[in-house]
């Protein structure tokens, strides 16, 4: 049974910075990609973040020199560090483990930045 376990939501002050983790487990087919998604009130769910397995990178714009995504392949888990927050990165984010069977998505954590 796949299980991602997702930790490191909160509240936090604009300007401040958060650390989400995920880590995945019962994944029995190769992993083509690890990543971060996030759905705001009233809004599509988007990318984030993400890192492929060969270790390229993708960022949305809105997210690009303030969010770095990483992974420790040994441990299956993928990171994703947030500073300079702003109140418009509000959302639950999501982990997102691209396999080549199919996707597996978190349970989603709640990012709260006040202004």
């Known amino acids: 049974q796949v299980q991602l376990v997702e930790s490191g939501g909160g509240l936090v002050q604009a300007g401040g910075s958060l650390r989400l983790s995920c880590a995945a487990s019962?994944?029995?087919?190769?992993?083509?990609?690890m990543g971060w998604y996030r759905q705001a009130p009233g809004k599509q769910r988007e990318l984030v973040a993400r890192i492929f397995s060969g270790g390229s990178t993708d960022y949305a714009d809105s997210v690009k020199g303030r969010f770095t995504v990483s992974r420790d392949i040994a441990k299956n888990t993928v990171y994703l560090q947030m500073n300079s927050l702003k109140p418009e990165d509000t959302a639950i984010y999501y982990c997102?483990?691209?396999?080549?069977?199919?996707?597996?998505w978190g349970q989603g954590t709640q990012v709260t930045v006040s202004s």
């Open positions: 997102n483990v691209f396999t080549s069977l199919a996707p597996y």
């Open positions: 019962g994944i029995r087919f190769g992993i083509n990609a």
